[in-house]
Every structure is written in structure tokens, then in C-alpha cells.
């Protein structure tokens, strides 16, 4: 199976500042039909996950514009350009290039 | 939208057979460009594919290694639904267990989650 490793575990921000996570997988996630399934889920206390991105960059509808992914290959980042305080959360990135889906260790973001 | 509705109980005893089925609204379980899938979470283990469903002509179902010998995922066309069955459970099984959409190789939709507890 793809291993999905994630840093950091947790990351205070201050709000208003930006955050990055980075997400990196054990092998390349490039699909026979040239994309990329990346995806990034936002995980609030006591809810279920929602996912923000899709195919690295694609953000989902209802996701705030200050969420945005890249990436290429192997690693992959989440950026939060200016954190506000319903960003409180654990993030997890999942790849659904090859099965099973896997997904990573998630990183916790907590307010300063 | 879509919605997915888990129901089931929240304890089980050891050996013993946890069933959960997740109700879809906004969809269908027969949708050939769908998958229905479970998935667990759990302090040990984190986020952990379980298995699913899906209807291509025929029903197919695809299973994780780690619980393919005690794991059935059944679909229920007359009520738009599909279920979890995980036979001989320990403690280990303890988790929160999520039906999800699986769409184009993302999880888009989720369930609201059911935590089960394996004790006697």
C-alpha cells in the first residue's frame, strides 16, 4: 500500500498568518491517465471529514479560496493563506491513485 | 446534495458480528460511476479503508487486506442503502466507522459517523 506521511503533527499558527502542510507519498501518484489524485480533508472536533481539494489543486465547492493545494510527483502541500479561527482542526491528505486509498497521520492546527 | 444516513449499534461484544448500514439520499447505490464505501478511524490506526461496493454492469466489491476474511459490504437496491458487516470483532475493532461516496478516485461524501465500542 502508498504510504501517506505528513508534517508536521501539529502546527500553532497565529490567526491571520498563513500555515502549510506537507504531505509526501511513497511512490509516485501520477495515474495511467495523467492525473494526479491527491486530496486534502478538513477534519473540525467531533465531525466527520470534509474534503477541501481534489486532484491537487481543485478546490471543492464550499471551500473557503483561502485553502490551496499543489504539488506534483510525490509531495504535496496544503496552504491556509490567512488562518482564521474555524481552520481549529486535524488535516489529512488521501490518495486515491492506487488501492487502496490510503491516507496520512493528519496534522493538528491550533490557534497560538 | 447528497446524504448519507449511518444507523446501527454503537456496542459489541467480543466474537460477536457489528452491522451497520449507511442510507443514501441525492444518489443511488446502483450509480455506475459510484463506489460505496466504509471507512474507520481510530486512535491506533487512523483513517483506515475498510472496503466497498459498486455496480458496473454487476456488483463488485473490493476488500482490505486486513479484514477481507471477516468483511461484507452488501448493497440494498430496493432501499437505496449498503451495509458494514465485520464478523468475530475484538477490542481492536473499536473505531468510528464512516460509509463514504467514493467518485471519480476521491471520498467526496461522508456519513456522520458511528462509534463503536467492542466490549463485553
Known amino acids: 500500500d502508498v504510504v501517506m506521511t505528513q508534517s508536521p503533527l501539529s502546527l500553532p499558527v497565529t490567526l491571520g498568518q498563513p500555515a502549510s502542510i506537507s504531505c509526501r507519498s511513497s511512490?509516485?501518484?501520477?495515474?495511467?491517465?495523467?492525473?494526479?489524485?491527491l486530496n486534502w480533508f478538513q477534519q473540525r472536533p467531533g465531525q466527520s471529514p470534509r474534503r477541501l481539494i481534489y486532484?491537487?489543486?481543485n478546490r471543492d465547492s464550499g471551500a473557503p479560496d483561502r485553502f490551496s493545494g499543489s504539488g506534483s510527483g510525490t509531495d504535496f502541500t496544503l496552504k491556509i493563506s490567512r488562518v482564521e479561527a474555524e481552520d481549529v482542526g486535524i488535516y489529512y491528505c488521501?490518495?486515491?491513485?492506487?488501492?487502496?486509498?490510503?491516507f496520512g497521520g493528519g496534522t493538528k492546527v491550533e490557534i497560538k | 446534495q447528497v446524504q448519507l444516513q449511518q444507523s446501527g449499534p454503537g456496542l459489541v461484544k467480543p466474537s460477536q458480528t457489528l452491522s451497520l448500514t449507511c442510507a443514501i439520499s441525492g444518489d443511488s447505490v446502483s450509480s455506475n460511476i459510484a463506489s460505496w464505501n466504509w471507512i474507520r478511524q481510530s486512535p491506533s490506526r487512523g483513517l483506515e479503508w475498510l472496503g466497498r461496493?459498486?455496480?458496473?454492469?454487476?456488483?463488485?466489491?473490493d476488500y482490505a487486506v486486513s479484514v477481507k476474511s471477516r468483511i461484507t459490504i452488501n448493497p440494498d437496491t430496493s432501499r437505496n442503502q449498503f451495509s458494514l458487516q465485520l464478523n468475530s470483532v475484538t477490542p481492536e475493532d473499536t473505531a468510528v466507522y464512516y460509509c463514504?461516496?467514493?467518485?471519480?478516485?476521491?471520498?467526496?461524501?461522508w456519513g456522520q459517523g458511528t462509534t463503536v465500542t467492542v466490549s463485553s
Open positions: 486532484k491537487v489543486s
Open positions: 488521501m490518495q486515491g491513485t492506487d488501492w487502496p486509498p490510503t
Open positions: 511512490q509516485s501518484l501520477v495515474y495511467s491517465d495523467g492525473n494526479i489524485y
Open positions: 461496493t459498486f455496480y458496473i454492469s454487476k456488483w463488485y466489491n
Open positions: 463514504a461516496r467514493e467518485l471519480a478516485r476521491g471520498v467526496d461524501v
